[in-house]
């Protein structure tokens, strides 16, 4: 061993990077053979654009990223894979304590579309809310909870990109009223006494995919069996980070500074509802692409034409998760 | 032609400021955080990002919104320059043009921020290695001084026994030193 990295893997610091974290720090990829150096990443647009030109050997992904990554929407277009999903659930709709009281504990987005129709009748401007990328399943749930209460999300607010570290700021200074983000970041905004959680996805949408590991298809092509033992170090890391036994060391291993950073009190109180792996969460199904599509084609990002929905699907590799298992097997 | 430049790092902002001063004509404003009403007010041509800000996702959303038509230099360079993206992504550099500037007149500014941003991270390796060699010798010379005292030992012929110890367990000095404390420690019952 030279103790150099073989592989480089990217994440975004959030409790649902937990399997790549674990992988390492509870030496599954070791134990797979794979030296394997983790690079914590401040942004997606960094993230893609490192797997792209392969500085980053795969990453913690959001999967509507792996699919816009695939389709060249916001980017050139390259060949991806998403062999493993990471989570469900675990993300959340934040709004201000201001605005919570203004629609009331139960007002739900009932509650806020009744708020910006009295807004809209007294000429006031539209309130602003924050996803974390175009490309997220963050934005497409805060716009369906939006949609579901009566509001036009393209007419009726503001929605912005807003990096999930400062969303708590920015509530506290007034310059959102609301976010969707993956935990701990609803959490640190709850506890620092800025904001309130609206919607959860694990109620409001437990099917829906949230992260995914992805690479680029070339370099899955040219690694076969490295993609094999990486897939089987993430699926014990997932099992093990679901195992209630292990909450306590898992909230004490993301909330270090070089993961997720954040103190463990909100780390904790984040993964209540994230699903890692129980119910066959990690088998990536083409269900959950074909849902991701619809979304981006409802709001405006694509055009689903038969090419472009193939393309789309194609991202979700079942078939690569299985092949990673059956050599568990063998 | 007026550039921002996005860097949480105030100090390598300076430095990629400092170097487009010679690429003239040109307007520089540095900030930590991106502001969209403050950019709009400059209204630059190029917008350089580190890319440990998470404002680049910010950026990234604004041509989606519609707000200044903003494209990434990657997207061009790819084509015309095979490698140069992935440098300027391992640079650790993302870069913006607003509303259709050639991106032939951006390359000096990448080129420069790119350079700026290497040797920033050369200088703060350098500065590591240095605090680190500090210690480093500083834990040598704790050890040095212990095994004077606890076994009568000559300065020379303690950092002998060490020397030794480190050549026999290929480990470095310091490491031996560092282990050589701890156990002193321990033996003591202070490290219980």
Redesign the interface.
């Known amino acids: 061993m030279t103790g150099k990295a073989e592989f480089r893997l990217g994440f975004v610091p959030l409790n649902d990077a937990a399997a790549l974290i674990v992988a390492r720090d509870k030496g599954y990829f070791a134990s797979e053979g794979l030296s394997v150096e983790l690079s914590r990443?401040?942004?997606?647009?960094?993230v893609r654009?490192?797997v792209a030109?392969?500085?980053l050997d795969g990453a913690h992904m959001l999967a509507p990223l792996a699919l816009a990554m695939a389709l060249g929407a916001?980017?050139?277009a390259t060949a991806m894979i998403a062999p493993f999903a990471l989570n469900f659930g675990g993300a959340a709709v934040t709004v201000s304590t201001r605005l919570a009281a203004a629609i009331g504990a139960e007002g739900g987005a009932e509650g806020l579309a009744r708020l910006i129709a009295r807004r809209r009748d007294q000429e006031s401007s539209p309130l602003t809310f924050g996803v974390?990328?175009?490309y997220s399943t963050h934005n497409y749930l805060l716009r369906d909870w939006m949609a579901r209460g009566g509001i036009e999300p393209d007419r009726d607010v503001r929605?912005?990109?807003?990096?999930?570290?400062?969303s708590a700021d920015l509530l506290s200074e007034g310059v959102i009223e609301g976010f969707c983000a993956g935990e701990p970041w609803s959490q640190v905004a709850v506890r620092a006494g800025v904001g309130c959680i609206a919607m959860r996805s694990a109620r409001f949408a437990p099917d829906a995919p949230d992260k995914v590991f992805a690479s680029t298809q070339v370099w899955a092509e040219a690694h076969g069996d490295e993609l094999n033992a990486l897939l089987r170090a993430l699926l014990r890391a997932s099992a093990w980070s679901e195992n209630p036994a292990n909450r306590a060391e898992l909230v004490a291993i993301l909330a270090r500074p070089e993961n997720v950073g954040v103190d463990g009190e909100a780390i904790e109180a984040g993964l209540g509802d994230i699903r890692f792996h129980r119910d066959g969460a990690n088998r990536p199904d083409v269900a959950q692409a074909l849902w991701i599509v619809q979304q981006m084609a409802r709001w405006g990002?694509v055009k689903i034409d038969p090419e472009t929905t193939r393309t789309a699907l194609g991202v979700y590799r079942p078939d690569l998760f299985d092949q990673a298992i059956k050599a568990t097997a063998a | 032609m007026r550039v921002l430049i996005i860097d949480p790092d105030s100090a390598r902002a300076t430095l990629v400021a400092e170097g487009l001063a010679g690429v003239a004509p040109l307007e520089v404003r540095q900030a930590a955080i991106f502001d969209e009403a403050e950019a709009a007010a400059f209204a630059p041509d190029v917008v350089v990002v580190a890319a440990e800000s998470p404002d680049r996702d910010v950026i990234e959303s604004l041509r989606e919104t519609g707000v200044g038509e903003l494209r990434p230099v990657v997207m061009f360079v790819d084509r015309s320059e095979p490698g140069r993206a992935e440098e300027a992504v391992r640079a650790g550099v993302a870069a913006y043009v607003v509303n259709g500037l050639a991106p032939a007149r951006v390359r000096s500014v990448l080129e420069v921020a790119m350079s700026r941003f290497r040797l920033m991270r050369q200088l703060r390796d350098d500065l590591d290695k240095a605090r680190s060699d500090l210690a480093s010798r500083r834990t040598i010379e704790r050890a040095k001084a212990l095994l004077m005292k606890e076994r009568g030992l000559e300065e020379e012929a303690a950092y002998r026994l060490l020397r030794k110890l480190s050549m026999d367990s290929g480990r470095p000095l310091a490491a031996i030193a560092a282990d050589f404390l701890a156990f002193a420690g321990l033996l003591k019952g202070d490290g219980a």
């Open positions: 990443e401040a942004s997606w647009a960094t654009d490192k030109v392969g500085a916001g980017c050139e974390v990328f175009p929605l912005t990109v807003t990096p999930p570290p400062r990002q």
